[in-house]
């Protein structure tokens, strides 16, 4: 039971002991909302990282944003709580009640929320490094070709390939971009009697991104509208393959400002495999 005195008003002692606590609370509120939001981009971070190394994307990152938005949401709950108890101590000491015993409830949730937060994470982190591992063998897997100086990157696909390209055509259409061409090459082959691996070539793009991109460099005309092939191998593993958008800047020689025009294909190829 909370104990109280009567007094002609709080001493100046205490209004600055509870504008410390206060601060306090403040600073454990901006801390938590700054470290959510690093926690939501680490995906994204990731991914970027991914793309920037050329490496097959292995799997979606998404837990992180709401890992990040849980942190960020708790952050604004303790500045509203930690405001209504300051704003209600205060009253109390300008009435004249000094209460010497204070819930500690407050702290005890934030300390029980993080833990439980610091354990989703370590179990998503160990998921994601089980996941890496068992994706190993397939990242050395990748074909001389892909890998070798001829500007085509390849990553794994965890769908067949009629999944992957609806995956595709699904992602493309909900953009707003125009889909050229859907040519099917073992669909083609199979009417001439011939056998041969699924494979599916799509063509699309924008003439908004694609014509700058053209009147500077005629010759990438050649190379455009975008394509991603996805195709299935010999050991029944499914690829997206696409031309690197470094190696079609260097092969026609367009500003590197235009990159942005094309760079949008491998962002697209990752999410689709994934």
Known sequence: MNETRSTQGGELRDYLAAERTLLAWVRTGLALMGFGFVVARFGLFLQEFEIAEHAPSLRSYGLSLWFGTALILAGVLVHL???????????????????????????????????????????????????????????????????????????????????????LKGILQAKGVTLFALVDHSGEAEKVGMKMPPTKLLIFGSPKAGTPLMLAAPSSAIDLPLKILVWEDGQRTVWVSYNSPNYLQKRHGFSPELLKNISVVEALAANVAE
């Open 81 to 167: 709580v930690s405001g209504w108890q300051h704003a209600r101590l205060v009253r109390e000491l300008e009435r004249g009640e000094r209460r010497y015993s204070r819930s500690s409830a407050q702290a005890v949730a934030i300390a029980l929320f993080l833990a439980l937060v610091g354990l989703a994470m370590v179990v998503y982190l160990a998921s994601v490094r089980g996941f890496a591992h068992s994706y190993s063998g397939k990242e050395e897997g990748v074909s001389v070709a892909s890998t070798a100086n001829n500007g085509i990157m390849s990553k794994p696909s965890n769908h067949s390939v009629d999944v992957t390209m609806e995956r």
